[in-house]
């Protein structure tokens, strides 16, 4: 994986702020405008590899078209032959998950460690020729909006009113009235909190790179943890009532009966170390039509014997997070003693690991190596091109 020029980027990511003073002063709160957050950015992939992942059946995309005024929008995967009949201006293409498919596009994302790897979504990246953008609208999450190739303007309002046009293909604000307006160039960054209204235009041709972060509905939430319990709970008992008494109407639910099942549902227990566990499922868990590939076959023994020279990196579309000594990949949960948690930790925050930390022993003795065996063997992760010293 390349390394990040730590140095020059990082410093300047937040406008010389540290991610400390961004967290307590900005996030979720207000606009940042960061002039040159990123140093000689150019973008990661040109406007034609763009289209390119836009064709591919596992990507999702979406094209925007303003004509005469009139929005419309359709959803990829595209033929090829869909982006040579599109008008000389006013559409944008945008591509989500780019960090599932380009590496630069990983490890760009790593600069934002900042923020939690729960709350990261994902890296969308947009096309536009001139006079192409997505109409006024707002986010209900968080995205920091860099800027590739070319300039956009960004136009943006903490007005109340969100409103959005009836029957419009997307969500289009009713009545956008911009308040504050910047010019974009390559390496400048908009960071917007959830519920800013804003309207990026491209001025000439652009390519934005939006960072942005989920933020799951209390509804979503509770629904999915209903799912959870149920496939974790185990429940003794049957429904019993030896004191039943004689009914004048047989059709009735008798108090005595909704009394007994109160009893037995309020037998639910659930605490903190299951929400931790459920986000850990949940939030790990992969979007719609992601699909990991299974390597070669390859025995223990050997797949221990490439660990001790290569090093090893999560795949590209694996998420991994962890709390205490429970990890989770791809929605799926495993428990690492102490001894080793450690190293998992610092592949799932790295998303690599370097082969010296842990060829020292007998690896295939190794509750470790069994673990990141059975991960290779799902497609999880990879053996690392190179060594990278740390
Ligand atoms: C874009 O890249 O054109 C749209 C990003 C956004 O407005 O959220
Ligand atoms: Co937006």
Redesign the pocket.
């Known amino acids: 994986m390349k390394k990040i020029r730590k140095n020059t980027q990082q410093k300047n990511l937040l406008g010389g702020i540290t991610p400390h003073q961004f967290l307590s002063e900005y996030w979720q709160k207000k606009p940042l405008l960061i002039r040159g957050a990123s140093l000689d950015f150019m973008g990661l992939l040109s406007a034609d590899e763009l289209a390119g992942l836009a064709c591919e059946e596992q990507v999702q995309s979406r094209l925007v078209i303003n004509r005469q005024g009139k929005w419309q929008a359709e959803h990829g995967p595209f033929d090829e032959t869909r982006f040579a009949k599109l008008p000389k201006r006013d559409w944008?293409l945008?591509v989500q998950g780019v960090n599932h498919h380009l590496p630069e596009a990983a490890t760009l994302l790593q600069q934002f460690n900042f923020i939690p790897h729960a709350r990261l979504d994902d890296l969308?990246v947009?096309y536009?020729p001139d006079g192409?953008?997505?109409g006024p609208?707002f986010?209900s999450y968080g995205?920091f909006?860099l800027q590739g190739q070319g300039k956009?303007l960004w136009r943006i309002s903490e007005q109340a009113d969100l409103t959005l046009i009836e029957g419009a293909p997307l969500r289009i604000l009713k009545n956008f009235k911009a308040e504050q307006e910047y010019l974009l160039a390559p390496g400048d960054m908009l960071y917007l909190p959830p519920k800013i209204a804003?309207?990026?235009v491209a001025v000439g041709e652009c390519m934005?790179y939006?960072i942005g972060f989920r933020a799951p509905s209390a509804q979503e939430l509770a629904a999915q943890f209903l799912v959870y319990l149920e496939e974790n709970l185990n429940l003794q008992g049957l429904y019993a009532d030896p004191d039943l008494k004689l009914q004048k109407h047989p059709a009735k639910i008798s108090k005595q009966m909704v009394g007994r099942v109160a009893n037995m549902l309020n037998k639910i227990k659930w605490d903190k170390a299951d929400v931790a566990n459920f986000l850990g499922s949940y939030l790990s868990e992969p979007k719609d039509g992601i699909v990991f590939d299974a390597p070669a076959k390859m025995s223990l023994n050997d797949f221990c014997k490439r660990l001790k020279t290569n090093g090893i990196a999560l795949d590209l579309k694996s998420q991994t997070l962890f709390h205490d000594v429970y990890f989770f990949i791809n929605g799926e949960q495993f428990e690492m003693s102490s001894e080793y948690a450690e190293t998992l930790k610092s592949l799932a925050d790295q998303r690599q690991l370097a082969a010296p930390k842990f060829c020292d022993k007998n690896l295939a003795s190794l509750e470790l190596a069994h673990v990141l065996y059975r991960w290779y063997q799902d497609g999880y992760l990879q053996f690392s091109q190179h060594q990278e010293a740390d």
């Open positions: 944008t945008l969308m947009s536009a192409g953008g997505v609208h986010d995205v909006l956009r804003h309207w990026g934005t939006s």
